[in-house]
């Protein structure tokens, strides 16, 4: 069974940065894209940054303040945040698309607050 395993976040100041890592094991098809969506209390959910073989692709609302990575051998996704603001406040989902399923993980907690 596939597994995400996220990590890294936690409470900050604003204007401070955070790193999220998303780690995918027991996937046995080829990874399309991976990225973070996030949910801010009372709000849909929304995408924050995708990585996939061709592109970066980010919302307007991180743009230039965050940045995706990956690293295809540890099917590791990161996101290091810069600049975060109280409106960056959310729980923070990852995921992982194959050919044929979308996986999530379990989410974690970001808090940008003074």
């Known amino acids: 069974q596939v597994q995400l395993v996220e990590s890294g976040g936690g409470w900050v100041q604003p204007g401070g940065s955070l790193t999220l890592s998303c780690a995918a094991s027991?996937?046995?098809?080829?990874?399309?894209?991976m990225g973070w969506y996030r949910q801010a209390p009372g709000k849909q959910r929304e995408l924050a940054a995708t990585?996939?073989?061709?592109?970066?692709n980010y919302s307007d609302s991180v743009k230039g303040r965050f940045t995706i990575s990956k690293d295809n051998a540890k099917n590791t996704v990161y996101l290091q945040m810069n600049s975060l603001k109280p409106e960056d406040t959310a729980v923070y989902y990852c995921?992982?698309?194959?050919?044929?399923?979308?996986?999530w993980g379990q989410g974690t907690q970001v808090t940008v607050s003074s």
């Open positions: 995921y992982v698309r194959t050919y044929t399923e979308t996986y």
């Open positions: 990585i996939s073989v061709i592109k970066t």
């Open positions: 027991r996937i046995t098809f080829s990874i399309v894209a």
